[in-house]
């Protein structure tokens, strides 16, 4: 039936699920993921540009240049962009562009995202920028690290310098993507840069992250009165195989303890959680704690992101040696709980998104939440019109926005879902293989085709809801 001829209930029958009005639609990515253009304009290494150099750190021995050269094609990315109708965009700034070597401030690299920043708002798309998505300059590693607490400090200073040239012009600033992941998979079983595998340095980290994002919120505070600013934190539901075995709840507890609970704990209620502070102790956890600061690192939060893939069923099974990113536990088993797989091999669980959201509503004082983070990596096929007709991609974003609606029945404030991610990028350790985008990215040439699920997507946004049918 045309379009004009069909009578608004037609319409309106089609759309199940509204969201609330204001709710924000947008999309993520992150700098070392897409900008490539790694050795212009005064930046410098990465832990990640290094890391990349390691002999089978990064399948297929894939590097951050030219990822998808979104640091020259921005223009065209943020038309895409308002083609797609976002309403916001989540992307990093790179330290090494603004400070190289963690050090004096690069205006060419603060030159960039005052341009992108500008396109996006001309496009009424609202920017959030978070000011670090893992890579740290290379010569800031070589000084310790997250493990010097040192670099909170060099952070803060980087932090300032984001803030006095691009200030309130970002009405929401994120001061840390995934601190778990630049903690465990980073210092502990090292499978991310700097691909160290020391305990007591992840630890350390923990601590110094959460140091640094409190010194993030209190520029944030300080230097751009109008922005929202919060954390973003990678959340699990975890759940114990066997909930009446002993030793598969302790697992559990503990898993969750190192995932969720050692950061949303600190920056929520203000302490580290009692069992954590137990478990960790032989690790140095209590040292590192200095007067003053987690009062630092709990100052309010306007919002706190939430990115959410899966969740663990864990079992307590035989020991184990070799690095691992659970600290203290050599026996934890990851089972499967049967669901379909993505081309990550992770299993699709949209009820755990509900799990997430429900539990910070019931278990954490109030906070605006975003989910930062949602996506799948397929394999997509380019059919011979030039079509990608990924609809496995829109089943699964379709079953997690129904979740995400349903936790807002559950009276969860939650306020926006940005799908990871805009484009196909550097997936970190996995290469360029895993493609999370609804924009393909043709590595070659750099040509952009939008697949089928960021048409879905667009309608939904167009929407503000979701189909009764999906796809
Ligand atoms: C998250 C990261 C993001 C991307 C997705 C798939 O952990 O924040 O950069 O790699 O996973």
């Known amino acids: 039936m045309p379009d004009e001829v069909r009578s608004t209930?037609?319409?309106?029958?089609?759309?199940?699920?509204?969201?609330?009005?204001?709710?924000?639609?947008?999309?993520?990515?992150?700098?070392?993921?897409?900008?490539?253009?790694?050795?212009?304009?005064?930046?410098?290494?990465?832990?990640?540009?290094?890391?990349?150099?390691?002999?089978?750190?990064?399948?297929?021995?894939?590097?951050?240049d030219p990822a998808t050269d979104h640091y020259r094609q921005y223009e065209r990315d943020v038309a895409l962009m308002a083609e797609l109708?976002?309403?916001?965009?989540?992307?990093?700034?790179?330290?090494?562009?603004?400070?190289?070597?963690?050090?004096?401030?690069?205006?060419?690299?603060?030159?960039?995202?005052e341009r992108l920043v500008d396109r996006l708002l001309e496009n009424n798309i609202a920017p959030w920028a978070t000011f670090y998505h893992w890579d740290l300059p290379q010569a800031l590693e070589e000084r310790g690290g997250w493990t010097n607490r040192d670099t909170a400090y060099r952070y803060a200073d980087y932090v300032d310098a984001v803030l006095r040239r691009l200030g309130d012009r970002v009405p929401v600033y994120t001061t840390f993507n995934e601190?778990?992941?630049?903690?465990?998979?980073?210092?502990?079983?090292?499978?991310?840069?700097?691909?160290?595998?020391?305990?007591?340095?992840?630890?350390?980290?923990?601590?110094?992250?959460?140091?640094a994002h409190g010194l993030g919120m209190a520029a944030v505070r300080e230097l751009a009165l109008k922005a929202d600013a919060g954390v973003t934190l990678n959340l699990f539901p975890v759940a114990a195989a066997d909930p009446d075995s002993p030793a598969d709840r302790e697992v559990a507890r503990l898993v969750d303890g190192m995932q969720n609970r050692i950061f949303l704990?600190?920056?929520?209620?203000?302490?580290?959680?009692?069992?954590?502070?137990?478990?960790?102790?032989?690790?140095?956890?209590?040292?590192?704690?200095?007067?003053?600061?987690?009062?630092?690192?709990?100052?309010?939060?306007?919002?706190?992101?939430?990115?959410?893939?899966?969740?663990?069923?864990?079992?307590?099974?035989?020991?184990?040696?070799?690095?691992?990113d659970w600290i203290g536990v050599d026996n934890v088993d990851?089972?499967?709980?049967?669901?379909?797989?993505?081309?990550?091999?992770?299993?699709?669980?949209?009820?755990?998104?509900?799990?997430?959201?429900v539990r910070l509503h019931e278990e954490y004082p109030p906070v605006a939440l975003h989910i930062t983070e949602n996506g799948a990596a397929y394999r997509d096929v380019i059919d011979a019109d030039g079509t990608i007709n990924d609809l496995d991609r829109i089943a699964f974003l379709d079953a997690h926005l129904r979740a995400?609606?349903?936790?807002?029945?559950?009276?969860?404030?939650?306020?926006?879902?940005?799908?990871?991610?805009?484009?196909?990028?550097?997936?970190?350790?996995?290469?360029?293989?895993?493609?999370?985008?609804?924009?393909?990215?043709?590595?070659?040439?750099?040509?952009?085709?939008?697949?089928?699920?960021?048409?879905?997507?667009?309608?939904?946004?167009?929407?503000?809801?979701?189909?009764?049918?999906?796809?």
């Open 9 to 64: 209930s037609d319409v309106e029958e089609e759309v199940a699920h509204r969201f609330p009005p204001g709710f924000v639609w947008g999309a993520a990515t992150a700098a070392f993921q897409i900008e490539g253009s790694t050795t212009v304009d005064g930046r410098s290494d990465s832990i990640w540009d290094e890391f990349c150099r390691r002999p089978g750190a990064v399948k297929a021995g894939d590097t951050g």
């Open 85 to 113: 109708g976002l309403g916001a965009y989540r992307f990093s700034i790179a330290w090494p562009r603004v400070r190289p070597d963690g050090g004096a401030v690069n205006q060419r690299g603060l030159d960039f995202y």
């Open 179 to 211: 601190p778990w992941c630049s903690a465990f998979l980073g210092y502990a079983s090292g499978i991310h840069a700097p691909g160290r595998t020391e305990p007591r340095a992840a630890v350390a980290a923990v601590h110094h992250l959460l140091l």
């Open 265 to 324: 704990d600190p920056v929520l209620c203000g302490q580290y959680p009692p069992d954590m502070v137990e478990h960790l102790a032989p690790y140095g956890l209590v040292e590192l704690i200095k007067e003053g600061d987690l009062d630092l690192i709990s100052a309010p939060l306007d919002l706190l992101g939430v990115n959410y893939y899966r969740g663990h069923l864990v079992a307590a099974g035989e020991p184990r040696t070799g690095p691992t």
């Open 404 to 471: 995400a609606h349903t936790a807002i029945e559950h009276g969860v404030d939650l306020r926006g879902y940005f799908y990871w991610s805009l484009l196909d990028n550097f997936e970190w350790a996995e290469g360029y293989a895993k493609r999370f985008g609804i924009v393909h990215v043709d590595y070659t040439t750099q040509l952009r085709t939008p697949k089928r699920s960021a048409r879905w997507y667009s309608k939904v946004i167009a929407d503000n809801g979701l189909p009764r049918a999906a796809g």
């Open 334 to 357: 990851f089972l499967s709980s049967g669901m379909p797989l993505t081309d990550s091999g992770w299993e699709v669980q949209p009820p755990g998104l509900v799990d997430v959201l």
